[in-house]
């Protein structure tokens, strides 16, 4: 009888060693989350454009001849009246000498009519000659007077051809391909230039914009929402190859003619270039202020996601650090962050981080957002750049 109760007593004590313990639930998983205020951002736009030089002239030849020689190296820098080209002189020295010639005939003639005509004078003062015969010499002395003046004109047309023979540099600037050689016969006004000169020490960026985002910025200004950026304000560039472009440049108009075909309108900047990087033709993009926009929400653009229907959600951790679905209502990008307009309000904590596998209702454990700071408007004190 002891024997069994001293077998029972070691089973019971075996099957109590064997029985496991339920283990403890898992805590809340962790999230990253920023608390949203109110800031500011500046506004920017990224536009398309070209390089266009600062001055270009296309050298014609104002005298038709035979070219005799070309006085410049292709692609070099040349300064303003730097002799390019000289064209025959010769038949233009010979008209230089007729008019001096016929000059010097009428200087002649001149003071021969006017002698005539104060003789004249002295006969019809006492009636020895008829008073037409008088008015007939004077009248002969005014035409040689004027005969002076037009052979005058004419030498000064023929000493203005001559030095047209000599075609020199209009502008200062870098110059192209000569598309004329020596022996060539060129016209006074042809359409083909003989080369072309363009200023790149500045250049010119033109760039295109849409007139409705234009309008909307400029609506937004009048209302007071946007502070404007101004005439002035600094503008980069991109490159080709996706460079920045060191020096900034300088806002200068925006056309005030809407293209019909495009609906866009051309805006245009400076910028220096005293390395020749920018040349003409060059397509680069720009990034230019638009204005600064104040009191507005910021949710960095990788905590939005979109639902089936494709409008912007967030989530976020709500009472009792519940997560909640919103769906935002966003107007445009500032840097990486949505200027969020509708569906957030000051002091809501938005999910940045490991909110990707969570559903609605789950229960949280929110940490700050300990990443690199994205959002402007939100506890990150930095204000980024914001672009279209």
Same mark, same amino acid.
């Given at each position: 009888?002891?024997?069994?109760?001293?077998?029972?007593?070691?089973?019971?004590?075996?099957?109590?060693?064997?029985?496991?313990?339920?283990?403890?639930?898992?805590?809340?998983?962790?999230?990253?989350?920023?608390?949203?205020?109110?800031?500011?951002?500046?506004?920017?736009?990224?536009?398309?454009?070209?390089?266009?030089?600062?001055?270009?002239?296309?050298?014609?030849?104002?005298?038709?001849?035979?070219?005799?020689?070309? +006085?410049? #190296?292709?692609? !070099?820098?040349?300064? =303003? *009246?730097?002799?390019?080209?000289?064209?025959?002189? /010769?038949?233009? @020295?010979?008209?230089?000498?007729?008019?001096?010639?016929?000059?010097?005939?009428?200087?002649?003639?001149?003071?021969?009519?006017?002698?005539?005509?104060?003789?004249?004078?002295?006969?019809?003062?006492?009636?020895?000659?008829?008073?037409?015969?008088?008015?007939?010499?004077?009248?002969?002395?005014?035409?040689?007077?004027?005969?002076?003046?037009?052979?005058?004109?004419?030498?000064?047309?023929?000493?203005?051809?001559?030095?047209?023979?000599?075609?020199?540099?209009?502008?200062?600037?870098?110059?192209?391909?000569?598309?004329?050689?020596?022996?060539?016969?060129?016209?006074?006004?042809?359409?083909?230039?003989?080369?072309?000169?363009?200023?790149?020490?500045?250049?010119?960026?033109?760039?295109?914009?849409?007139?409705?985002? +234009?309008? #909307?910025?400029? !609506?937004?200004?009048? =209302? *007071?929402?946007?502070?404007?950026?101004?005439?002035? /304000?600094?503008? @980069?560039?991109?490159?080709?190859?996706?460079?920045?472009?060191?020096?900034?440049?300088?806002?200068?108009?925006?056309?005030?003619?809407?293209?019909?075909?495009?609906?866009?309108?051309?805006?245009?900047?400076?910028?220096?270039?005293?390395?020749?990087?920018?040349?003409?033709?060059?397509?680069?993009?720009?990034?230019?202020?638009?204005?600064?926009?104040?009191?507005?929400?910021?949710?960095?653009?990788?905590?939005?996601?979109?639902?089936?229907?494709g409008n912007p959600t967030v989530m976020v951790v709500g009472a009792g650090?519940?997560?909640?679905?919103?769906?935002?209502?966003?107007?445009?990008?500032?840097g990486a962050d949505w200027i969020v307009s509708d569906g957030l309000k000051?002091?809501?904590?938005?999910?940045?981080?490991?909110?990707?596998?969570?559903?609605?209702?789950?229960?949280?454990?929110?940490?700050?957002?300990?990443?690199?700071?994205?959002?402007?408007?939100?506890?990150?004190?930095?204000?980024?750049?914001?672009?279209?």
């Amino acid at each position: 009888m002891q024997l069994r109760s001293a077998s029972l007593l070691l089973l019971l004590a075996l099957g109590a060693c064997g029985k496991k313990e339920t283990p403890p639930p898992p805590p809340p998983p962790e999230v990253g989350v920023i608390t949203l205020t109110t800031g500011s951002a500046t506004l920017t736009s990224d536009l398309p454009g070209r390089i266009a030089a600062f001055e270009t002239s296309e050298v014609r030849p104002q005298v038709s001849g035979l070219i005799e020689s070309r +006085l410049f #190296k292709e692609g !070099q820098e040349v300064r =303003q *009246g730097q002799p390019l080209y000289q064209i025959d002189a /010769a038949p233009y @020295r010979a008209q230089v000498a007729n008019a001096r010639a016929a000059l010097a005939r009428a200087q002649a003639a001149i003071a021969s009519s006017q002698a005539l005509s104060r003789r004249y004078g002295q006969l019809v003062a006492i009636n020895a000659i008829a008073k037409q015969d008088y008015e007939n010499a004077q009248t002969t002395a005014a035409q040689a007077r004027a005969d002076v003046g037009a052979q005058r004109a004419a030498l000064q047309t023929a000493e203005i051809d001559l030095r047209r023979t000599h075609i020199n540099a209009p502008i200062s600037g870098r110059i192209g391909r000569a598309t004329f050689t020596p022996g060539a016969l060129v016209t006074s006004g042809q359409a083909d230039a003989l080369t072309t000169i363009q200023r790149i020490d500045t250049v010119y960026v033109d760039l295109t914009q849409s007139s409705a985002d +234009l309008l #909307k910025m400029r !609506q937004q200004i009048l =209302q *007071g929402t946007v502070a404007g950026g101004g005439a002035t /304000a600094r503008v @980069r560039l991109k490159l080709e190859d996706g460079s920045a472009y060191p020096i900034e440049g300088t806002l200068q108009f925006a056309d005030v003619t809407v293209d019909p075909t495009t609906g866009s309108q051309t805006i245009r900047a400076t910028f220096r270039n005293p390395q020749r990087l920018l040349l003409p033709g060059m397509y680069v993009r720009a990034e230019i202020v638009d204005g600064v926009t104040r009191n507005i929400l910021l949710v960095p653009q990788r905590a939005v996601s979109r639902d089936e229907k494709g409008n912007p959600t967030v989530m976020v951790v709500g009472a009792g650090n519940k997560v909640e679905s919103r769906q935002i209502t966003t107007s445009r990008t500032a840097g990486a962050d949505w200027i969020v307009s509708d569906g957030l309000k000051p002091g809501d904590k938005v999910i940045v981080e490991g909110g990707m596998m969570l559903r609605p209702g789950a229960q949280v454990t929110p940490k700050p957002y300990t990443g690199k700071p994205e959002a402007g408007g939100a506890a990150a004190p930095a204000q980024p750049a914001a672009s279209k």
